[in-house]
């Protein structure tokens, strides 16, 4: 019991360590997918499922011009939909999914993106992580963005040891403050994209290095030779 209290303890205070660290190192919190309306977000983080955001943002311009709502989208000519996000990979996945969604938009919740976690994931091909990036970006709600790069830097860094998104997002959710959720994911984030990387991660550089249980020898490796400065 007491090893428990200790546990989550230090688990709360790496919560805030990492945010008082991070946070501020990446003040442009928010989706780096371009969007102008929540219909256009959440089509955009359909897209970004095993694709990168760069190339969701080459399509999307061509996407939005043709089918700009989801009134539009929920009549759009499936084979063009399907050339239009080809490049996205998984394309007829994805274009019956937009699709789909944006019919449901239009029956379920007269033509507007709703704004709970509980709707949101009714939707066709939208799971917890596209929920809580259309809830904390659009609708200014806390959310828990677990991403691949999220899933992974938590899990180096110990705070959320484990590689299943759903208990991933109730562990961070669990040792931080809500009003810190969505700009510690966003902060997260971009310490895997940009230093935490998938393969050698650059623990040389990494500004939290000193608070991480995997620094110098992240997913079990052997550790990191450290490079001379
Ligand atoms: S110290 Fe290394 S493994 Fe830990 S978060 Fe930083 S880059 Fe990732």
């Known amino acids: 019991m007491r090893a428990d209290t200790n546990a989550t303890v230090a688990k709360r205070n790496l919560a805030a360590a990492l945010y008082e660290r991070l946070v501020p190192l990446w003040p442009d919190q ?35 011009a043709a089918y700009p709502d989801p009134a539009r989208m929920a009549v759009a000519d499936p084979l063009h939909l399907e050339k239009l996000v080809h490049s996205t990979g998984f394309f007829r996945a994805k274009a019956a999914n937009i699709r789909a969604t944006a019919a449901m938009i239009m029956s379920d919740y007269s033509g507007s993106v709703p704004d709970t976690m509980e709707e949101l994931v009714r939707l066709p091909g939208v799971g917890r992580k596209t929920a809580n990036l259309v809830i904390s970006a659009c609708f200014g709600k806390p959310g828990i963005v677990v991403d ?29 403050p809500e009003n810190r ?42 550790p990191h030779k450290r490079t001379r400065r």
């Open 148 to 176: 691949t790069h999220v899933l992974r830097t938590a899990r180096r860094l110990g705070l959320a040891p484990t590689d299943d998104a759903g208990q991933s997002e109730r562990m961070i959710a669990s040792a931080c």
């Open 30 to 64: 928010g989706p780096l997918l371009h969007y102008s309306t929540c219909f256009e977000l959440l089509v955009a983080v359909i897209l970004s499922a095993q694709c990168t955001d760069e190339q969701v943002n080459a399509v999307t311009p061509a996407l939005f």
């Open 181 to 222: 959720w969505t700009e510690l994911s966003f902060a997260l984030n971009r310490l895997g994209k940009l230093v935490c990387v998938a393969r050698s991660p650059r623990c040389d550089s990494c500004p939290v290095s000193d608070l991480c249980v995997s620094a110098f020898k992240a997913d079990g490796e052997k």
